[in-house]
């Protein structure tokens, strides 16, 4: 063992491993256990967060930015800490499907929690071993009381499931255990997380039958260490237990060792540093006296994946010019990160404090300010997004050599600029004070800011997207009239002349294509414009977007939806039930900021939706056969939620839903013409779906229509 140690773990009690409480945010009541996974990780069920925020306990989205809370219990006190999902693995049937209430097991199903906790506030983590059969372990309630042990033994490994035996004595495991670690006693080590028990069989009516001495008894399964480990593992969230050495063959090593020499000449100069990057790493000191050798220092540089960017902290006020030799060594290794443990962790605690509507808004920051360097995918949780951004580029704009400005600054700069002023200043500090430890000139991150500033008073000052409205109503079989709008910001204008007259599928193709081609391109959305198709009820899932112009010696088929972004909307749903306007305008006032509803369960009862009545559902996605979807389509549209999409086709599950889910809500109509040009391409075996989208814009007019005779109540 050399100089820079791993800070063991301080001992617990005598009973177990130091054990975190996730708390349910409606009644503050214990949702599960939790088990310590780094400086400010915990590791817990996904299903126990689901519980904790009010979910359905399978639920497989992530649950975005909001705050929950645990409680980390220690020898003499309990802390509470805010937390936040940073990685979400969802639960999954071993088909990769989601998990409904009655599987008796799953796969996935982990969360990893970043908690609010300062420097050196928790202890270390417990040693992990894998899970073998015979092991004697032990769980505990999530509550943390030291009674609610329950002694288990290993019995079987069946692949990622371990299954436990409880003693017919003492406690048994049950609601409220889930996400605890399983304490191997002999081995010193969490060998697993608690995920279920089999709980004994009930009659129709729920109630538990008269005891059998047939019946399971006291049987739970577990997710192994070995299964966490792998799941885990690609998202470089578990710290090395053992001090792995680095490679002296990295390309930085040598140049790290003269950079160190030249700058830290003397034994006390490097001693000194040394232990004040170790206090910053959070890693033990091999000596207080002695300083390390040189090349242990380069290889500790090399070994931690923050220690280059804290050494720099450490080198910047003392010697400038070191400062950058080491920063340069550094980028010829793929091993140090761009923030220091300080830095991430400041980073973390201002972001916490930022609106949620801001925090919604955060992937198209992402885009906008990573438009020269990357593209990075929506469907992330905010911890994983900064991960990837730590690991992008500067942009192009150095032509002399100066440092370019990172992609992270870049984002965190654009999201600064849509905050209000306390915590836009807050942010623009921490960027400033990265900014000089990287050395960046102050003039390059200035321009940054000036580009952000620019970007939103642009987005403030945006004109509406142009868009053509259709009514569609019923001729005879096959036909169909229509009524045509012009919107080009202004309000709709007719340009259709009221007739008799119907149209063919690839008729009335053709006459929307002729007034689409005489819209005037907007200089400043170069976007195509919305086609918002206005149909009643009985027509919502009309193929308009499959519609073709085929025009004999065309050279492009024409067709609709794959040439532009194609709605439905339908204005009767909404006339008939006028009590719901208010709902739906709130809705849509918080369309980047509410929540998507998925819904997958064919036996649900269509009017759920309207029974919970949820202001902050903005979005339903709908995956359920065509007899159910479409009673639910209908009773979203009547309540006012203000976007639906569902697949038109019969198959479940649906890859639309799926394909959607990764898109901003406010991009779907651009999302959906893109995936309908991809099914119609050679790439239509991966895209086998037939999406249709209900979007009612609350901000836009319609015309006054003359609808068909109503039909029937939702």
Known sequence: MGWFRPIEASPGDETGPRLASVRRTSDDKTAGAGLLLGVDTVLTCAHVVNDALGRALFEPRPPGPGEL?????????????????????????????????????????????????????????????????????????????????????????????????????????GPGYSGGPLWCEEDGAVV????????????????????????????????????????????????????????????????????????????????DAARQLALACGAGQGSPVSPPPIEEFAAFLLRDRRAVAAFTEILRPRNAMAADRVLVAGRLSEVPLLLSPREHRRLHQLLRNVGRSVLERFPEAVREAT????????????????????????????????????????????VAALCPAPRQAELRLWSDSVAVRLGIPGAALRERRSDAQDWVRMRRGTPRRQRVLVQLGRAERGRHRLRI??????????????????????QAARELLRVLESLSPSD???????????????????????????????V?????????PLVVHCPELLRQHERFLPDWHERWRHLDSGETLFVTDPSQDPHQIYYEGRLD??????????????????????????????????????????????????????????YRANARGSRAPEFPGRPVLAWADADRTVPRLHLSEPQESA
């Not at 639906?644 to 889910?661: E, F, I, L, N, Y």
Request: glycine share 10%; aromatic share 4%.
């Open 556 to 564: 492009v088929p024409g067709v609709l939806g794959v040439e532009f």
């Open 617 to 674: 559902t903005v979005r339903v996605s709908i995956d359920v056969p065509p007899g159910p979807r479409d009673a639910i389509v209908q009773i979203c549209l009547a309540v006012g939620i203000p976007v639906v999409v569902w697949d038109r086709g019969r198959g479940t599950p649906s890859h639309v839903t799926k394909h959607m889910a990764d898109v901003a809500t406010r991009e779907l109509p651009d999302g959906v013409r893109v």
């Open 69 to 173: 809370f645990v409680e980390v219990k220690g020898v003499r006190k309990t802390d509470r800490y805010a937390a936040r999902v940073a990685h979400w693995i969802a639960p999954r049937t071993h088909e990769g499907g989601p998990v409904r209430n009655d599987d008796r097991e799953w796969l996935g199903d982990l969360a990893v929690l970043r908690i609010d906790a300062p420097p050196a506030g928790l202890p270390a983590p417990d040693r992990r071993a894998a899970m073998v059969p015979g092991q004697k372990v032990r769980a505990w309630h999530g509550s943390g009381h030291r009674a609610t042990l329950a002694d288990l033994r290993v019995v079987a490994l069946d692949g990622p499931v371990g299954y436990l035996d409880g003693k017919a004595t003492g406690m048994a495991v």
């Open 371 to 414: 438009k020269r360097v990357a593209a990075v995918s929506d469907g992330a949780t905010l911890d994983v997004l900064l991960d990837r951004l730590e690991k992008l580029s500067g942009d192009g704009h150095s032509d002399d050599g100066e440092v370019r400005v990172p992609a992270l600054l870049r984002v965190v700069e654009y």
């Open 192 to 271: 697993g997380l608690v995920a279920a028990h089999f709980m004994p069989p009930c009659d129709p009516g729920g109630e538990p039958l008269p005891h059998s001495p047939q019946h399971l008894v006291r049987r739970s399964w577990a997710i192994p260490w070995q299964r966490i480990e792998a799941e885990l593992r690609p998202l470089d969230v578990l710290a090395d237990e053992d001090e792995t050495p680095a490679d002296r063959d990295d390309p930085a090593f040598g140049m790290l060792v003269a950079a160190i020499s030249d700058a830290l000449p003397s034994a006390y100069s490097l001693g």
């Open 485 to 506: 709008w012009c919107d080009e910001g202004t309000g709709p204008r007719q340009v259709s002349v009221d007739s008799d007259a119907s149209y063919t599928g690839s």
């Open 524 to 554: 400043r959305d170069g976007g195509r414009p919305l086609v918002e198709v206005l149909v009643d009820r009985a027509d919502l899932n009309l193929p308009v977007d499959e519609w073709a112009a085929q025009v004999p010696g065309e």
